[in-house]
């Protein structure tokens, strides 16, 4: 059976990795307002920004807050415009949030999507309610200032990541960069381009048959995207060395999360060059035992100037859909040193050959998405590749994973299309 590489020439080594180093969070630029103050300053910059095609002026409030505040009234703004992924941004949120909860209540936030008034209900109602409760649990009345866009959870950032790309794709179009989400366009694009990604087979189609059915039943047919299907055959990739060292043999095929920040996004007219890429954080999905794929992992923060790995979280309290009281309000800040079914100490380790996991995800970026925000770019250690590096999948939507990174960086970054309104 041919394998098809996918990697007709090699991608160049030689360009210098953009990575930022790790510093303190924003948060300490910003004022500590009473709750009160928080709520008065929320209340009224989320109307004025209700009534604004950009986020407006005010005398009080730091930058990073009135674009924290302006973000949340963007699915309004943005809820019929056609989507790079769905056919409109409400149908993306109701179709990607369906199994995120809100944390200890097991409703899914879908549910705050159907019509624009749920949503704003949300952002008015339900979003300080929480923040307050959770200030409450913990103890911490630094949470309250979530509301300015302060100490927020790996939900929060995700969405307003996934606000941003939606305001950006609206404003400057770029349709054949937004359109690699699509998994079959990237990879064709990333084989045109000489980037590193996981294999496809060289077939028309498979057929799958269940060896003792029969009478017609346990079989099936898919036709390949080769063929234009809708299916991507692709053979089932090995972990290398390292990672089955620590999620074992029987762990999924465990990926690193690199999430890139392009400086050119709103230059959409100007070549990318690789300085223009930032490399903000890494995160390594150490699958669990038996799982099927590393959505149910450990989530260990890397160091991107060094490869050394972090300590190992979840956010599983998020997925607890119709489950209520089925996990706590607030996400554990319990660290793991180790793999959980292993024993295999992952804290402390440096990542193998790290400098190229960067590297693809530098020059997939600078190449195939440059004026992209954000991406987050999938990409697996194996020995089934050359090189032993390649790239899974690139996510426009993208999810930190409660991975460290400089927010201040990335703020700036995505204050400048944030900026520019609709």
């Not at 991608?11 to 910003?30: C, G, H, I, L, Q």
Request: glycine content about 8%; charged content about 20%.
């Amino acid at each position: 059976m041919a394998v098809k590489s996918r990697r007709k020439r090699s991608a160049s080594r030689s360009r210098n990795v953009a990575a930022v180093p790790k510093a303190e969070s924003s948060d300490s630029d910003m004022p500590n307002y009473s709750l009160p103050l928080t709520l008065y300053y929320y209340y009224t910059y989320l109307f004025s920004c209700l009534l604004s095609r950009s986020p407006p002026p005010h005398p009080t409030l730091p930058t990073l807050s009135r674009h924290y505040i302006y973000q949340l009234t963007l699915p309004l703004k943005l809820w019929s415009s056609p989507h790079y992924r769905k056919g409109t941004y409400s149908q993306d949120m109701r179709d990607n949030l369906r199994n995120v909860a809100v944390p200890w209540t097991g409703v899914p936030l879908s549910a705050f999507c159907y019509f624009r008034i749920t949503y704003l209900l949300f952002v008015a109602l339900a979003l300080p309610a929480l923040q307050i409760a959770r200030s409450f649990v913990t103890g911490d009345r630094t949470r309250v200032y979530s509301l300015l866009g302060r100490s927020l959870t790996w939900c929060e950032l995700w969405r307003i990541n996934c606000n941003v790309a939606t305001l950006h794709s609206h404003r400057f179009g770029c349709e054949a960069e937004y359109g690699m989400e699509n998994k079959w366009a990237f990879l064709e694009a990333c084989e045109s381009e000489g980037v590193p990604v996981s294999p496809t087979l060289d077939l028309g189609g498979v057929c799958v048959k269940h060896r003792n059915e029969e009478g017609g039943l346990g079989i099936h047919f898919y036709r390949s995207a080769r063929e234009g299907g809708d299916w991507i055959i692709q053979p089932v990739l090995r972990n290398a060395e390292w990672v089955r060292e620590k999620v074992g043999d029987d762990g999924p095929l465990s990926t690193f999360r690199v999430m890139t920040m392009s400086l050119a996004s709103t230059r959409p007219s100007s070549p990318a060059i690789p300085s223009d890429i930032v490399v903000l954080s890494c995160v390594f999905r150490a699958g669990r035992s038996h799982a099927m794929t590393d959505h149910d992992s450990v989530l260990f923060d890397v160091d991107v100037s060094t490869g050394v790995v972090g300590p190992g979280t979840t956010n599983q309290n998020w997925y607890k859909v119709l489950r209520p009281f089925a996990g706590p309000l607030v996400t554990s800040a319990s660290h793991a040193s180790a793999h959980p079914d292993t024993g295999a100490p992952v804290e402390g380790e440096k990542v193998p050959n790290f400098e190229a996991v960067k590297q693809v995800c530098v020059d997939a970026h600078a190449r195939l998405l440059p004026h992209i925000p954000m991406v987050g770019f999938d990409v697996v250690l194996t020995d089934g590749v050359e090189g032993g590096v390649c790239l899974l999948e690139v996510n426009l939507s993208c999810n930190f994973f409660r991975g460290s990174f400089d927010e201040a960086v990335w703020w700036e970054g995505i204050g400048k299309v944030i900026e520019g309104g609709v």
